[in-house]
């Protein structure tokens, strides 16, 4: 694969189709569910399926494109490389250039690398540029015309959901380029979904500070590095549009806006035009997220359109997420590979990270360090939370440098053998991603670190374990009857790992919770029950969870546990409640539903699906 530079959208979807990785859908489809359905089914095949373009969408003059970034091939034709490595390797060779003398230098470091050389976008000098072909303005504004998804049955609404929104900071003056998704309220005006952590958000206060109205641009569809650029999470101030020239080596050609004072890219597929009042505030949500679920409805500030511009023929793009593997993976497995190197100018002790998708990339990250001195672990830890967009990380585990962070059954091993309960947890409070749903609080809740580096001179060894009688081969159905007996509510069972040889013995346990049966009844019988003391480490999961299927487990692990709440301790053991949690937990904040297309979005209200 050669490295290509897309000037649009359109070139990268001809692409595709020569590469054999689109399917085009020549019936009409309706984009009200419809084209949701088929785009989860087809990235939900192995590998991630093709990218489908749907020539004719009911009620709308314009077709659409769905799952274009969603494989590991399609990312690597998008950025143009043949391994996502090759981003990395290109980012450590301009460090390499102008190394960083410290963290701020590192900042500033982006801005001169990349901006004095060729990636700085560009005007564009045609007289029209194509995403101005088409100029609609007044009360012939109409989002509607647009086909724009409405993605999960229990969606609030259609949402925009790959969309550029480019804003401009009132102090710096500088571009953000930042995607949030945006529900469409009426024919002119959509939420703003920026969360309150983002750079989007951090501009608007600014304009909300200085009580003026923000002018805000939103381009849907262009080139793909320009695309993937606005989900990058660059530092503030850093020009995402520097980053999209950076990947496609060559600038991105930027147009003003005909009624707003911002530019954009001037191949966009779609531009609204519009601005945002300081003071003006709607209720947006829910709407089926990358965590699988619905993330809760609140109040964001409200985008008003101005005018939309658009090419003659232009193509709408979005995308559907959910429960992983969706199409943000492999953006964000971009995000991770491209942001390695950068990372390692702060902490140059890291030599490589994973961010499984089970973990929705913000609730765990396992980091191989070169481990030099006692508590290093602890210090990696301890940094990482206060870094950028990994300061959301709920999980961090940290394994020696002879550990592959990517192979999760090197992790398995290292966990399995070496975490020591009573030793290697790292408790914490912090900042928590908005769309964490674990916490009693929005926003901020309970963090877990855990080191499972070997321990050297200077570091408290591991308390031995103590041995353990196991039979040779458990009768599962008289584990069940024994447990059931001790503790009320338990289903099923799944033996994870049994081998007395080694440190930690897991047990899964399918649950149903009822009154007088919440987490802390089951914590508290199951380390109790004599028949489960050969087992030190106990999950247990609600009854609709499939428990023999580990990807289901793991995510439900990583989404549904507060480290603080759910992972009970006693005596080098611990139970760990992976399931729903409300008040008898102490949890008095909604809890999401997952999301599913089986619910008839009629009937879910009365079903108690929608509170
Ligand atoms: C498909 C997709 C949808 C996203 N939606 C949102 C969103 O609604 N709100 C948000 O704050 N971040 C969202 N993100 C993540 C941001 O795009 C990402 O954190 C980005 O770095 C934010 O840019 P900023 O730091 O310049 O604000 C989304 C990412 C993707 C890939």
Redesign the pocket.
């Given at each position: 694969m050669k490295s290509v530079k897309y000037n649009n959208l359109g070139e990268f979807i001809q692409a595709l189709k020569r590469e054999g990785e689109l399917k085009t859908i020549s019936h009409p489809v309706s984009a009200v569910l419809e084209i949701s359905k088929l785009t989860d089914s087809e990235s939900k095949s192995p590998g991630g399926g093709k990218a489908l373009f749907f020539e004719k969408v009911k009620d709308s003059p314009f077709p659409a494109a769905t799952n274009l970034f969603g494989s590991s091939r399609r990312i690597c034709l998008a950025l143009g490389v043949e391994n996502l490595e090759h981003l990395g390797d290109r980012i450590r060779e301009i460090i390499r250039m102008s190394p960083p003398k410290d963290l701020r230098d590192m900042l500033g470091m982006l801005t001169t690398a990349f901006s004095v050389s060729r990636f700085f976008p560009r005007k564009s000098r045609v007289k029209v540029p194509s995403c101005q072909q088409v100029v609609i303005k007044g009360d012939d504004i109409n989002l509607f015309d647009l086909p724009i998804l409405h993605c999960w049955p229990q969606d609030a609404g259609r949402f925009i959901?790959?969309p550029l929104v480019i804003t401009q900071s009132l102090s710096t003056g500088k571009r953000?380029?930042?995607?949030?998704?945006m529900q469409v309220f009426d024919r002119k005006t959509t939420g703003m979904?920026?969360?309150i952590?983002?750079?989007?958000?951090?501009y608007f206060n600014e304009y909300r500070k200085a009580g003026k109205r923000m002018p805000v641009a939103v381009a849907i569809g262009a080139d793909p590095a320009t695309i993937y650029a606005?989900?990058?999470?660059?530092p503030?101030n850093v020009d995402?549009m520097i980053l999209a020239g950076f990947i496609r080596n060559a600038p991105v050609a930027m147009t003003r806006c005909l009624t707003c004072d911002l530019e954009v890219p001037a191949e966009a597929e779609f531009v609204l035009e519009g601005y945002v009042e300081p003071d003006e505030l709607r209720r947006e949500g829910p709407f089926g997220d990358?965590t699988g679920y619905y993330s809760l409805a609140d109040d964001y500030p409200v985008f008003h359109v101005t005018a939309i511009t658009h090419r003659k023929s232009p193509v709408y793009c979005a995308?559907l997420?959910g429960r992983p593997p969706m199409?943000?993976c492999y953006?964000?497995k971009a995000t991770e590979r491209l942001f390695l190197p950068l990372l390692q100018t702060v902490f140059p002790e890291i030599m490589d990270y994973w961010l499984p998708w089970e973990g929705v990339f913000h609730n765990i990250v396992i980091v191989s360090i070169k481990k030099e001195y006692p508590r290093h672990a602890q210090k990696v830890i301890s940094g990482l939370w206060g870094q950028g967009?990994m300061s959301f990380c709920k999980a961090i585990i940290v394994v020696d440098e002879t550990v592959d962070p990517k192979n999760p059954i090197q992790v398995m091993q290292r966990l399995v053998d070496n975490f020591d309960l009573t030793t290697d947890i790292v408790n914490a409070q912090g900042i928590l991603d908005?769309l964490d749903h674990s916490s009693p609080f929005a926003n901020f809740g309970n963090k877990i670190g855990i080191d499972l580096t070997d321990r050297i001179i200077g570091e408290p060894l591991r308390n031995p374990f103590p041995p353990v009688s196991m039979p040779e081969k458990f009768n599962e159905d008289a584990l069940l009857s024994g447990i059931q007996a001790a503790c009320k509510g338990v289903l099923s069972l799944r033996i994870l790992r049994d081998d007395t040889a080694r440190r930690n013995r897991i047990l899964v346990l399918k649950v149903r919770k009822a009154a007088g049966l919440s987490g802390s009844y089951f914590a508290e019988q199951l380390l109790d029950a004599d028949i489960l003391q050969p087992f030190n480490l106990i999950l247990f999961y609600d009854s609709n969870v499939d428990i023999l299927d580990n990807s289901f487990i793991l995510w439900k692990l990583f989404n549904n546990v507060d480290p603080g709440r759910d992972v009970i301790l006693r005596q080098g053991r611990s139970v760990i409640d992976a399931c729903k949690k409300g008040p008898e937990e102490g949890h008095d904040r909604e809890w999401p539903d997952e999301l599913s297309f089986d619910v008839n979005p009629f009937n879910a209200r009365k079903e108690g699906y929608i509170r």
């Open positions: 959901t790959l953000n380029v930042g995607m949030y998704r979904h920026w969360h952590h983002k750079d989007g958000s951090n606005a989900t990058a999470p660059m503030r995402e990358h995308t997420v199409e943000d953006l964000a967009q908005v």
